[in-house]
């Protein structure tokens, strides 16, 4: 004859971790939503902020002008969001890079971020 011990603990054990799965499914959930509205948000701000055809802005006083042989844009990359001293840029074999200054990213190093865009060693990329 054989005796079976189980601890009167193990039910409650597996309770406890069928719930934390299913908070960590939930969670998941509402990152992934949560992410999809910032986006969204992300959108609208971009293009209520883009200058409209015709108009100039400002230049801004102390920041450095870029150097004439870095100013033509790159075909094929463009910026996707700037944030604090990092960008998120989308290159043209379709993949999104997350970038700051001295990173390299193909045969590109990032020599800076701005507010508007981002200059490597081969020109600028905006958005």
């Given at each position: 004859m054989t005796a079976s011990v189980t601890s009167p603990?193990?039910?409650?054990?597996?309770?406890a971790m069928a719930r934390i799965s299913?908070?960590?499914?939930?969670?998941?959930?509402?990152?992934r939503h949560t992410n999809e509205r910032l986006a969204v948000i992300d959108q609208e701000i971009r293009s209520?902020?883009?200058?409209?055809?015709?108009?100039?802005?400002?230049?801004?006083?102390g920041?450095?002008?870029?150097?004439?042989?870095?100013?033509?844009g790159m075909p094929g990359w463009s910026v996707e969001s700037i944030g604090a001293n990092e960008a998120w840029i989308h290159g043209p074999g379709g993949q999104t890079h997350v970038v700051e200054a001295g990173s390299r990213v193909d045969d590109l190093r990032i020599l800076r971020v701005t507010p508007d865009a981002v200059i490597t060693s081969q020109g600028t990329i905006g958005y």
């Open positions: 603990a193990a039910p409650d054990l597996a309770q299913a908070d960590l499914r939930a969670l998941a959930t509402a990152q209520k902020a883009r200058p409209t055809p015709g108009t100039q802005r400002e230049s801004q006083r920041v450095a002008r870029v150097p004439a042989a870095q100013r033509h």
